[in-house]
């Protein structure tokens, strides 16, 4: 049950920085006046995009929310976790948001844990 929470509060805080980050460079491409075009919305959902799929890469096999919550990626079978590992498990909430809730809620392991073989534990590790 903590892990589950702590999933679902780290992918809050990554949700939430993930947005900031979004706002400032459509900030810094429309030089502050936030139009909202084709080109300013792209940008922003372009870039959330990119950020969801890589959240795992940013702290070592864990998104910023996981690290801040001590809780990491790792594969099931125990084998070292690739770059592609990681993309592929973050591919699916880009398309079924609900459903990978939904089975975190339930089973703790979302379809692209599923998909890519790997699990959300506690890091042992300090820092």
Known sequence: MKIKLFRLIAAWIDHTLFCLVGTSIVGIITVGSFDANVVTISVYVISYFLLILSKDLICKNASIGKRIL?????????????????????????FILPVEIFMVMNNSRRFGDLWAKTIVIADSQDG
């Open 70 to 94: 001590k809780i990491k990626v790792v594969r099931t079978d125990g084998s070292h976790i690739r770059t592609v590992d990681l993309i592929k498990r973050n591919l699916p909430i880009l």
